[in-house]
């Protein structure tokens, strides 16, 4: 028996939504309501059944995946896709088997895979869960403007006005308390649009480093620390910081990958040979 999705109209009101162009707005549909979702928005499917369902190649794919991810709405990693702000949507704090089957999803994923959602922002208190492995204690949130996501699954009931949620509305106190600051060593701060210096662990550094093995992790982490100094304006969030700095390394080892391949191909121009050894590499 197939399960049921439900789209509120609200959709095509959204002002980001008015922003996509046709096959941009179907494939964010197509995420939502595809065989493969669940009621955790954190999923695995392929970019092969991408463009077979929705007919893009996948270029095109790759592409629109980009822009929804500095759009903060939808993340890859791997063969997984996430909606950080699916939970949030589905009511979880308003129904029992809601958060229960949220939980379900979450406790069966690899340790690597809960990292990620907490670098993202996903909107779920991960710290809830009883996994017997350890991840970053900083769980931030990312906004997110529209109500067009899915009620949650099963269920027919509309959530009451009167209870609605203001999510990420700033506070006069945007410092957490001290019992939830990271145990593990700070080893720079970045300053938030409220004026609070987020705090960036040696934890986060070291995952960084792994994740973006061809970035000076530290350098760029000084480089945003001096951004957020000299553009005020433009400082992010306490919620959206995580995947500010994510998206900022990510620009830098794609970078230093079109460095890396343009100099390869120079040496293989200027040496008359298409095809190099490991060790011709040492000498770019």
């Not at 463009?51 to 990693?77: C, M, P, Q």
């Not at 996994?131 to 990312?142: E, G, H, R, T």
Request: with cysteine.
């Amino acid at each position: 028996m197939a399960t049921q999705r439900y789209v509120s109209t609200s959709f095509w009101d959204d002002e980001w939504i008015q922003t996509l162009d046709p096959s941009e707005k179907l494939l964010y549909l197509y995420l939502m309501t595809n065989p493969l979702t669940n009621i955790a928005g954190v999923y695995k499917i392929t970019d092969r059944r991408i463009s077979f369902d929705t007919g893009f190649n996948l270029d095109t794919i790759t592409h629109i995946f980009r822009k929804f991810e500095k759009a903060g709405k939808v993340y890859r990693k791997g063969e997984y896709v996430a909606l950080p702000s699916w939970p949030k949507h589905q009511k979880w704090d308003k129904s029992t088997k809601v958060k229960e089957g949220i939980d379900r999803i979450l406790k069966e994923l690899e340790p690597e895979i809960i990292i990620f959602l907490n670098q993202i922002g996903y909107r779920y208190p991960i710290d809830t869960l009883s996994i017997p492995y350890a991840y970053p204690p900083n769980y931030s949130y990312l906004d997110f403007n529209s109500d067009s996501d899915l009620k949650p699954e099963g269920s027919s009931e509309l959530p009451p006005k009167a209870e609605s949620i203001e999510a990420d509305k700033p506070t006069k106190d945007d410092k957490p308390k001290a019992e939830s600051l990271p145990a593990s060593p700070v080893y720079c701060t970045i300053i938030t649009n409220t004026g609070w210096e987020y705090p960036i662990t040696t934890d986060l550094v070291e995952l960084w480093k792994t994740t973006f093995p061809a970035v000076n992790i530290e350098q760029q982490l000084l480089s945003m620390k001096s951004w957020s100094v000299t553009h005020p304006k433009n400082r992010k969030t306490k919620g959206g910081m995580l995947a500010f700095v994510n998206n900022w390394l990510s620009k830098e080892q794609n970078r230093a990958g079109d460095t890396r391949s343009k100099q390869v191909k120079r040496f293989a121009t200027e040496t008359g040979s298409l095809q190099t050894s490991p060790n011709d590499y040492n000498s770019l």
